[in-house]
């Protein structure tokens, strides 16, 4: 199936003259479509124009035209198209044959006009950016025919930011562009982004920010991700923006709405706070954002509280005051009270009790019954 491939590879060799003639290397499913028209060709040679001859536009073109169907389900259509008959003699070679002989006599852009009923805008520009290794699979031009063709507005976007892209268009790449929120997406954006499962973990990042930060429209975030340029990242674009949240979810909790001396802290208060209270509150933000646990402030009791999510509810499980500095029991007692009676979990470690318990402690020194409670020292 492959002898004129082969006879030009020893031909090739014999010559010794290293880059006369070098092949182009193609793999993946048009190859494989490619040596099945081979074997349907009676007259061969198709391997071989297609790495010798046939440039990377050719084999875009080609992949198109599979891709879109033209020799599966309708070869008839095609080879109208493309030289106005079909040849039906009684010893005529089969559609298949008649397609692979057809594509090494055509250009890309016949190839092309062969294929579509209509051809898209800038898909002559489009498919040189694949280059010479097509895309991976024949769905994807699907997909890059139906995004050129798109008469909506967010097709139309996510077309222009395509057109704009001056990198190689890549199978990631299509994905991002077809992927991505049309708040941030913008060619610097597209081709900092490694692939679409980073793309949709950003678009959930959006879909949070979006709920949690009143500054958070689509204009402020396209102007915050161009101001990153090339320096944009997807993880530290939504880390910037979750530390601006300033309107976090509810606990649902009475400590909503009901305790004015009890201050929620939100990301964009924490470092204010923090400097207040001489500590690293500021840190938690993601934390906080997160919904995996918040910061209330008691102004009476000069305390910062930690309340943790759990699978019982809301827990206490930290108490500061300025400076880290260590907490008064009577002062934890208090906070407990407050927050028990706002639907807060509070539940303080103790030491036991009991003979047993003096008897263990005293046989194994290394055994702390006083363990502490995060943010406080020891009881007296």
């Known amino acids: 199936m492959t002898n004129h491939l082969i006879e030009h590879l020893r031909s090739n060799a ?28 009676n007259s061969g040679g198709l391997l071989l124009f297609a790495f010798k001859s046939g440039g990377p536009l050719w084999r875009n073109a080609v992949a198109v035209a599979v891709a879109m169907g033209n020799l599966d389900h309708h070869p008839e259509t095609f080879l ?34 062969a294929a ?13 950016k694949i280059g010479n290794e097509p895309l991976t ?67 959930a990042s959006l879909r949070a920010i979006r709920i949690l930060c009143n500054a958070a429209t689509d204009k402020a975030l396209r102007e915050s991700a161009d101001a990153m340029g090339s320096n944009f990242n997807a993880g530290s674009f ?22 004015p001396d ?26 906080m954002a997160a919904g995996a646990s918040a910061f209330f402030v008691i102004e009476a009791l000069s305390v910062i509280v930690v309340l943790r999510l759990t699978d019982a509810g809301w827990m206490l499980v930290g108490v500061h005051t300025h400076g880290n500095g260590p907490v008064a029991r009577a002062v934890v007692e208090t906070v407990k009270d407050r927050l028990s009676g706002l639907g807060v979990l509070c539940i303080l470690p103790i030491k036991p009790k009991g003979p047993a318990a003096s008897a263990i402690s005293g046989f194994r020194r290394d055994i702390d019954w006083e363990f502490e409670f995060e943010g406080m020292g020891a009881w007296d």
């Open 80 to 113: 109208l198209r493309a030289h106005g008959e079909i040849d039906e003699s009684r010893d005529a070679p089969s559609l298949r044959a008649q397609f692979a002989m057809a594509i090494q006599t055509m250009k890309p852009q016949q190839i092309v006009e």
């Open 14 to 41: 014999a010559t010794n003259q290293p880059g006369k003639d070098w092949l182009s290397p193609l793999s993946g499913w048009l190859l494989s479509t490619l040596i099945s028209l081979e074997e349907d060709c």
């Open 238 to 259: 939504a880390r910037s923006w979750l530390a601006r949240a300033d309107r976090l979810e509810p606990l649902g909790l009475p400590i909503d709405d009901a305790a």
């Open 262 to 287: 009890v201050i929620r802290i939100n990301p964009a208060q924490a470092e204010e706070w923090g400097r207040r209270f001489r500590n690293c509150v500021s840190s938690y933000t993601q934390e």
């Open 116 to 128: 579509l009923d209509v051809l898209p805008p800038s898909l002559r520009g489009t498919l040189k």
């Open 137 to 203: 699979t024949p769905q994807a031009y699907k997909r890059l025919i139906d995004l050129l063709g798109s008469t909506t507005s967010d097709g139309r976007a996510r077309r222009r930011v395509l057109e704009q892209v001056n990198e190689r268009l890549t199978d990631n790449l299509l994905q991002v562009i077809e992927t991505l929120d049309l708040a941030i997406l913008t060619p610097t954006v597209v081709t900092h982004i490694h692939d679409a499962g980073v793309a949709h973990r950003l678009n």
